[in-house]
């Protein structure tokens, strides 16, 4: 089995290296990083650096695809027409699709997403609404082939249940335990409906520092209002 983990600028290196190193442990996958060109893609952080391996061209049709998410690398990755149509094409033939936290967003640029239910991390949840989803504030979303991942940490999850579509429960529990996957936070604020208001200001707060590390200059760019606002307000009208 082919799996294909898409590569972008800005994408969070969690998103694709936590499912990576879940699946890549299930006894004949082969995993592939691709993105537009081969070499080195910068993450969210600046500091770290992910390496494409295969031009999209060069994996038309995976078994598997994953598309990773990041701050605002991939609400720009779901504006490139290149990015799209190999995620849309990649689909059709695909037998598994998946998303890690805002890579949802590439998915529903697909039209891949519309009139399901679907998770993201919970910044960008009004943003689904733009391609017909409904967010769900759910760990992992499965509809058929189709699975979507809240923020970042729960990749794992999603790989975990994917081992589990592809190769049974008891090879993800092999693998759990390979890895020693048995997280006892120290805090108890991993979700909206455990954070108080002060620690959702903070991490919005987090969230807008990434960006404006990102971007380098002040807050002027649309693709900035989704880590700005109040998480019940509308979402903002892209600029297409």
């Known amino acids: 089995m082919k799996i294909a983990i898409l590569l972008y600028e800005g994408m969070t290196a969690l998103d694709a290296v936590g499912p990576y190193d879940v699946l890549s442990r299930v006894p004949g996958t082969q995993v592939v990083f691709v993105g537009k060109k081969p070499g ?53 033939s695909s037998q598994w699709t998946a998303s890690v936290c805002s890579g949802a967003l590439l998915l529903g640029a697909a039209g891949l997403l519309e009139g399901l239910t679907a998770t993201t991390h919970w910044a960008v949840q009004k943003e689904l609404a733009r391609y017909g989803a409904t967010y769900v504030g759910e760990r992992v979303v499965r509809h058929g082939k189709l699975f979507t991942a809240a923020g970042v940490s729960a990749g794992i999850d999603l790989a975990l249940e994917m081992v589990i579509a592809i190769a049974g429960v008891e090879m993800a529990q092999a693998i759990q335990l390979f890895i020693e996957y048995d997280p006892h936070p120290p805090v108890a604020t991993g979700a909206l409906h455990t954070a108080p208001q002060s620690t959702v200001t903070l991490a919005r707060r987090l969230l807008r520092q990434a960006a404006l590390h990102e971007t380098g200059h002040a807050v002027t760019d649309t693709l900035l209002k989704p880590f700005q606002r109040p998480i019940d307000e509308p979402p903002v009208e892209p600029v297409l």
């Open 40 to 92: 080195p893609v910068h993450t969210d952080s600046h500091s770290l650096q992910l390496s494409v391996q295969r031009k999209l061209s060069d994996v038309p049709t995976p078994d598997m695809l994953l598309i990773p998410g990041g701050v605002l690398g991939s609400i720009a990755a779901a504006r490139d027409r290149q990015f799209i149509d190999w995620v849309r094409t990649a689909h059709a």
